[in-house]
């Protein structure tokens, strides 16, 4: 089974800052990669798929990039409904059908 | 508007059952894979189900951690989702989440989750 870790577990940054966070996979899970935020009392909201395509509706400031093992989630500048934790999530190789990273808090510095 | 709601919720001992529902509301319920995710307190997210949608035979998946004791099933003629959870653990309790699984993604061949329902909160304690 695939293994998702993620870095750094909190990540402080000032509103207005680039913040850049990082998800690796212990085998390689191609372009497979999804970027999910989640704000405190929330469901998730799926930000990006396919590593780098943003899903209907989501800002331009998020970008994703990476392929095999290595990925990345940027925020080119953060607005203050940024701040929450970003999980990625694999879908390339099963079972499981989906496996997600431990997750990326972004509070306020 | 997309809407997904879940209910079904509770406390309830070691080794019991409890079923959760999830209605939905917005769109073809019965065209759609749906997949039942949780969030045990203060941690992170895992996959527990897929049922997919009558042309794929309702087949399902589930996790390990759940396989033999879970069972997801849909009555589409209802628009809604259930999660049979039998032979509960300590470690079920969670907040059970509901998904669409929506977005075909061409690359990978697989369904995503595009909507997410609030979630209904599973304690599994004597």
């Known amino acids: 089974e695939i293994v998702m870790t993620q870095s750094p577990a909190t990540l402080s940054v000032s509103p207005g800052e680039r913040a850049t966070l990082s998800c690796r996979a212990s085998?390689?899970?191609?372009?497979?990669l999804a970027w999910y935020q989640q704000k405190p009392g929330q469901a998730p909201r799926l930000l990006i798929y396919?590593?780098?395509t943003r899903a209907t509706g989501i800002p331009a400031r998020f970008s994703g990039s990476g392929s095999g093992t290595e990925f990345t989630l940027t925020i080119s500048s953060l607005q203050s409904e940024d701040f929450a934790v970003y999980y990625c999530?694999?879908?390339?190789?099963?079972?499981?059908?989906?496996?997600f990273g431990p997750g990326t808090k972004v509070d306020i510095k | 508007e997309v809407q997904l709601v879940e209910s079904g919720g509770g406390l309830v001992q070691p080794g019991g059952s409890l079923r959760l529902s999830c209605a939905a509301s917005?769109?073809?319920?019965?065209?759609?894979?749906m997949d039942w995710v949780r969030q045990a307190p203060g941690k992170g997210l895992e996959w527990v189900g897929r049922?997919?949608?009558?042309?794929?035979?309702?087949?399902?998946e589930y996790a390990a951690s759940v396989k033999g004791r879970f069972t997801i099933s849909r009555d589409d003629s209802k628009n809604s989702l259930y999660l049979q959870m039998n032979s509960l653990k300590t470690e079920d309790t969670a907040v059970y989440y509901c998904?669409?699984?929506?977005?075909?993604?061409?690359?990978?061949?697989?369904?995503?989750?595009?909507?997410w329902g609030q979630g209904t909160l599973v304690t599994v304690s004597s």
């Open positions: 049922t997919r949608n009558k042309a794929n035979s309702y087949t399902t």
């Open positions: 999530q694999q879908y390339n190789n099963w079972p499981p059908l989906f496996t």
């Open positions: 917005g769109f073809t319920f019965s065209d759609h894979y």
């Open positions: 998904a669409r699984s929506g977005l075909w993604d061409d690359s990978s061949g697989y369904y995503l989750h595009d909507y």
């Open positions: 396919g590593a780098s």
């Open positions: 085998q390689s899970v191609s372009s497979n």
